[in-house]
C-alpha cells in the first residue's frame, strides 16, 4: 500500500502498490477532486510487509486536540 497525496489539490489516497528489486516505488493515478494525472516514482527506505498494520495505522492518526491544532 502506498499513501500518496495530490501534487496540485493535496487529496491524499491509499492505492495497492509495492516497491520493486531495486526499492523504487512507482504509481499511476488520477485524483478524485481535481482529476489531476499523477506518476510518481520515489525510493522506499523502509518496507513495512509483514508488520502489524494495526501499530502502523495508529501511528498516522491524529487525536482531536492534535487535529484541531493542526487548522
Do not use: F, H, N
Not at 2 to 17: D, F, M, N, P, S
Not at 21 to 40: E, H, K, S, Y
Amino acid at each position: 500500500m502506498l499513501i500518496v497525496a495530490c501534487q496540485v489539490c493535496g487529496e491524499t489516497k491509499v492505492i495497492a502498490g509495492t516497491p520493486d528489486a531495486d526499492g523504487m516505488a512507482r504509481a499511476m493515478w488520477i485524483c478524485p477532486v481535481c482529476g489531476t494525472g499523477q506518476v510518481l516514482q520515489l525510493p522506499v527506505a523502509a518496507d513495512a510487509r509483514k508488520a502489524d498494520l494495526r501499530s502502523i495505522v495508529c501511528g498516522m492518526s491524529l487525536t482531536r486536540v492534535e487535529a484541531e491544532e493542526c487548522r
